[in-house]
């Protein structure tokens, strides 16, 4: 395995425990050598997996759709992937990743852990 989605929200209402699993999370991948494919958003828990991740080295490629694109406003600090839709989105993340994690968030995150168990 080279490369790991994680499905998670962008709200920033998580418990401290959480957070921390998730800071741990981001480590491990980049200490294992591993690529985060995640849905590209700076904020909540995509925002905390993919720094973790970068602090400890791993590439990481966030896919997103242009009205997130544009509010990251070219200040990523990872690989970024602009699709042009959610389905293409989430096909896009599906076809980068060799596993999927799911992690709290709301109806998208359960919705692309859905489509990629049945795919």
């Known amino acids: 395995m080279k490369s790991v989605a994680v499905f998670c929200g962008a709200q920033p209402n998580n418990s401290e425990e959480i ?3 998730v800071t741990r999370l981001g480590h491990y991948l980049g200490e294992k050598g591993l690529t985060l494919v995640f ?3 700076d904020k909540g828990l995509m925002g905390l997996v993919s720094s973790s ?3 400890k080295g791993a ?3 966030g896919v ?4 997130f694109a544009d509010l990251l406003d070219g200040e990523a600090k990872w690989e ?6 959610y389905p293409t989105r989430k096909t896009k993340i599906m076809d980068l990743a060799d596993g999927f994690i799911a992690l709290p968030g709301g109806m998208g ?3 692309e ?5 049945c795919l």
């Open 19 to 21: 957070r921390q699993e």
């Open 64 to 67: 997103t759709i242009p009205m």
């Open 113 to 117: 852990l859905t489509e990629a168990m």
């Open 109 to 111: 995150t359960l919705d």
């Open 80 to 85: 970024v992937i602009v699709e042009k839709d």
């Open 59 to 61: 590439r990481v490629i």
């Open 53 to 55: 991740a970068l602090e």
């Open 39 to 41: 849905g590209g958003y």
